[in-house]
């Protein structure tokens, strides 16, 4: 029997929920996370049909109010003694507490830290109720902590591999269950934090990014030694976003790391943000749009410096000097959706260790940036070359 298949000649990736660009993201984000259990298609679509394009107020009100009502329902869940039910709804108000979070510019606004602990709440009482394996950690880091989950896998046995994912600058730690149930379904255990200028760290302690990551992921590394089910001589990392850019400097400085997925690759982040935003500080603020002003305040934020600091800040984000250090066998990704895929190309053709190049076309459907909305297919391919490595 022979059968046509058609040619997709439109995808959709092109296919817009916002013209704000971050807003546009984040629900294709939240979306790709309907099949982990950590959104509904219909809660988020109630959601966006109440959103208005690049209004900051209306994002954090729609997801706040999203997130409550389902916490308001998980409570009476669990006090009817329905552990099941109480466990999914709890996990996807944990989601919407963060999101609403996501677009938020008033770092002086209390809501930040009182979301900042209900998502954190949610999500902790979800896999308690649900017998999901994973625990709430936190990792010693100078003179306070790091806060992260640990999943060890019920398909290990005995000691075994561990993957580390470090989040971006917009999504958190706790988005990145997409990888990390990837990775304990394979007989792999996964850890994830928050580190400086990340989620909970950044909101809760104050703690901006700082460009010498080797520092914050020495500790992080220090402490999975000591997991007593963990291989130390099989220890991977995995970075999203910015994530993609920090790990490839800790692989350069620190040997225990098997195995580096930068996700996407990048050599100077800093440059090409840099770039970017020179031409909004050029710009009077009486002439910056709203989205624009957004992103200055987002990066001195999270930065911890303020607009005339911020160039010179960012310039220090550049492995330039240390690329050629990386032993570790790494993989760097990319996607035809990417914002700039050849930044990922330049960063793969620099490295001089073992490497593998995975590019993400449009019929794989994972073509967007850090393979939002796509993340089953994306899961299942870049766990083929894992397993594989690691």
């Given at each position: 029997?022979?059968?046509?298949?058609?040619?997709?000649?439109?995808?959709?990736?092109?296919?817009?929920?916002?013209?704000?660009?971050?807003?546009?993201?984040?629900?294709?984000?939240?979306?790709?996370?309907?099949?982990?259990?950590?959104?509904?298609?219909g809660e988020v679509l109630e959601v966006n049909?109440?959103?208005?394009?690049?209004?900051?107020?209306?994002?954090?009100?729609?997801?706040?109010?999203?997130?409550?009502?389902?916490?308001?329902?998980?409570?009476?869940?669990?006090?009817?003694?329905?552990?099941?039910?109480?466990?999914?709804?709890?996990?996807?108000?944990?989601?919407?507490?963060?999101?609403?979070?996501?677009?938020?510019?008033?770092?002086?606004?209390?809501?930040?830290?009182?979301?900042?602990?209900?998502?954190?709440?949610?999500?902790?009482?979800?896999?308690?109720?649900?017998?999901?394996?994973?625990?709430?950690?936190?990792?010693?880091?100078?003179?306070?902590?790091?806060?992260?989950?640990?999943?060890?896998s019920p398909h290990a046995n005995g000691k075994?591999?561990?993957?580390?994912?470090?989040?971006?600058?917009?999504?958190?730690?706790?988005?990145?269950?997409?990888?990390?149930?990837?990775?304990?379904?394979?007989?792999?255990?996964?850890?994830?934090?928050?580190?400086?200028?990340?989620?909970?760290?950044?909101?809760?302690?104050?703690?901006?990014?700082?460009?010498?990551?080797?520092?914050?992921m020495k500790p992080v590394l220090d402490f999975?030694?000591?997991?007593?089910?963990?291989?130390?001589?099989?220890?991977?990392?995995?970075?999203?976003?910015?994530?993609?850019?920090?790990?490839?400097?800790?692989?350069?400085?620190?040997?225990?790391?098997?195995?580096?997925?930068?996700?996407?690759?990048?050599?100077?982040?800093?440059?090409?943000?840099?770039?970017?935003?020179?031409?909004?500080?050029?710009?009077?603020?009486?002439?910056?749009?709203?989205?624009?002003?957004?992103?200055?305040?987002?990066?001195?934020?999270?930065?911890?410096?303020?607009?005339?600091?911020?160039?010179?800040?960012?310039?220090?984000?550049?492995?330039?000097?240390?690329?050629?250090?990386?032993?570790?066998?790494?993989?760097?990704?990319?996607?035809?959706?990417?914002?700039?895929?050849?930044?990922?190309?330049?960063?793969?053709?620099?490295?001089?260790?073992?490497?593998?190049?995975?590019?993400?076309?449009?019929?794989?459907?994972?073509?967007?940036?850090?393979?939002?909305?796509?993340?089953?297919?994306?899961?299942?391919?870049?766990?083929?070359?894992?397993?594989?490595?690691?």
């Amino acid at each position: 029997m022979t059968e046509e298949f058609m040619k997709f000649n439109n995808h959709w990736s092109s296919q817009k929920f916002s013209k704000n660009i971050l807003q546009d993201a984040l629900v294709k984000h939240v979306l790709g996370l309907v099949n982990y259990r950590m959104a509904d298609v219909g809660e988020v679509l109630e959601v966006n049909a109440n959103l208005k394009n690049g209004d900051e107020q209306t994002w954090i009100s729609a997801w706040a109010t999203m997130a409550n009502r389902l916490q308001e329902r998980a409570v009476q869940y669990e006090q009817a003694n329905k552990p099941v039910s109480a466990g999914s709804t709890y996990l996807r108000a944990s989601t919407y507490w963060r999101v609403a979070l996501m677009y938020f510019g008033d770092v002086a606004d209390p809501r930040i830290r009182q979301y900042c602990r209900l998502s954190q709440g949610c999500y902790d009482k979800s896999m308690k109720l649900s017998g999901y394996p994973g625990k709430a950690i936190e990792i010693p880091y100078e003179n306070t902590t790091l806060p992260g989950h640990y999943f060890q896998s019920p398909h290990a046995n005995g000691k075994s591999p561990l993957l580390i994912v470090v989040p971006g600058r917009d999504t958190w730690a706790d988005d990145t269950r997409w990888v990390t149930d990837a990775a304990i379904k394979r007989g792999i255990n996964a850890l994830t934090f928050d580190g400086p200028g990340q989620g909970m760290t950044l909101r809760l302690q104050g703690l901006p990014f700082r460009s010498d990551f080797e520092n914050v992921m020495k500790p992080v590394l220090d402490f999975a030694e000591g997991l007593s089910d963990v291989d130390p001589s099989r220890i991977g990392v995995m970075g999203m976003s910015f994530g993609g850019f920090q790990v490839p400097r800790a692989a350069a400085f620190d040997k225990r790391i098997k195995v580096c997925i930068a996700d996407p690759g990048n050599i100077a982040w800093g440059k090409m943000i840099g770039q970017r935003l020179n031409k909004i500080l050029a710009l009077p603020k009486r002439l910056r749009p709203a989205m624009l002003e957004y992103m200055l305040k987002d990066y001195t934020w999270k930065h911890g410096c303020s607009e005339k600091e911020l160039l010179p800040e960012l310039a220090k984000y550049d492995n330039s000097d240390i690329i050629n250090q990386i032993q570790s066998k790494v993989l760097v990704l990319n996607g035809a959706a990417e914002i700039n895929p050849e930044a990922a190309k330049e960063f793969y053709n620099q490295l001089t260790c073992p490497k593998d190049y995975l590019f993400f076309d449009e019929n794989s459907t994972a073509q967007q940036h850090t393979q939002m909305g796509g993340y089953a297919p994306a899961s299942e391919m870049i766990f083929n070359w894992i397993e594989d490595n690691l």
